[in-house]
């Protein structure tokens, strides 16, 4: 596997994998990798034939306060983790190499950045638009893989890719659990051993929701309310969050007899740990 971290670099080993005819799939991450980000890569690796991971703690997406200083980093375990799935390059550009001194050029999509995390995060989404894009032009992929555990983020990234004419594929993969249905994330190993223990309450309100609306519940408030209800039996938890979106567009739904497919997602949070969940229903 072989690790660049410069920018330069990284654009000349894109051209000469694109020269001889490769055809080349992203995986961008944060790092501290888990199933959930490996489960991406083995999707990059059945589509592609040299598989580009790039890790990069990206510090336009935090706001000042929250955890960019203390999120988890471990590179030598990553690099062998990465290693074992046959990745192509390990991306692992500094900060200064990508924001440079004067950088001032940022993505902003509007809209949809705006809704359910965008409310909480008002800058988030203008960091991630920017970092993707600046990795796309960068690493030159023909396809991208991104996980369902972000939804909003995957649609914003197919808006972006649609209306500024990226050449590449996004593919999004389906969340990846442990046993008692927490989704995995970097994030979780600050929780506290009882905040933990709470936590597999996301997937389980949110597996209650999927029935309500298969056995007939249309009405998104009822759906929200309950949801909201199951949550607030864990005593280490505090919502920011639970909310019913068309699937695709993201549009609130009031009721949810549209006949498509319901996004119905999450922001809770455990101490100072927020976490993030959401499932599909297809109806
Ligand atoms: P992050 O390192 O948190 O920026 O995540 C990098 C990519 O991995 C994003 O596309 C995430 O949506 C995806 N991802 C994170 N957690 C999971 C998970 N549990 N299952 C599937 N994909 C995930």
Redesign the pocket.
């Known amino acids: 596997m072989k690790i660049i971290s410069s920018v330069s670099e990284m654009q000349i080993f894109a051209e000469e994998l694109r020269r001889s005819g490769k055809r080349i799939g992203l995986v961008?991450?944060?790092?501290f990798l888990h199933e959930?980000?490996l489960?991406?890569v083995r999707r990059a690796r059945e589509i592609s034939d040299a598989v580009v991971v790039s890790i990069f703690v990206n510090p336009a997406q935090f706001a000042p306060g929250e955890d960019f200083e203390r999120y988890p980093r471990d590179i030598e375990r990553d690099k062998s983790l990465l290693q074992s799935e046959g990745v192509a390059v390990l991306f692992t550009p500094g900060s200064g190499e990508m924001y440079p001194q004067r950088f001032s050029t940022y993505i902003i999509p509007e809209g949809i950045s705006s809704v359910l995390e965008g409310k909480f995060r008002s800058t988030h989404f203008r960091g991630v638009a920017t970092v993707v894009g600046k990795l796309f032009l960068i690493v030159q992929p023909h396809a991208a893989v991104?996980?369902?555990?972000?939804a909003q983020?995957s649609i914003i990234i197919k808006q972006m890719v649609r209306d500024l004419n990226f050449n590449l594929q996004i593919i999004v993969?389906p969340?990846?659990r442990e046993q008692d249905g927490l989704?995995?994330?970097?994030r979780n190993v600050y929780l506290s051993p009882e905040e933990r223990n709470d936590a597999p309450i996301l997937f389980q309100a949110l597996q209650k929701a999927e029935a309500l609306i298969h056995t007939g519940e249309t009405d998104a408030a009822a759906i929200i309310h309950e949801v909201e209800k199951t949550i607030r039996g864990k005593k280490t938890a505090a919502i920011d969050y639970v909310a019913v979106n068309d699937a695709e567009s993201l549009t609130e739904m009031t009721t949810t007899q549209t006949g498509r497919p319901v996004l119905i997602s999450l922001a809770v949070r455990f101490g100072k740990t927020r976490l993030i969940d959401n499932i599909i229903v297809q109806q």
């Not at 989704?183 to 970097?186: D, I, N, T, V, Y």
């Open positions: 961008p991450t944060m790092g959930g980000h489960s991406l991104f996980g369902q555990k972000d983020q993969a969340i990846v989704a995995l994330s970097s």
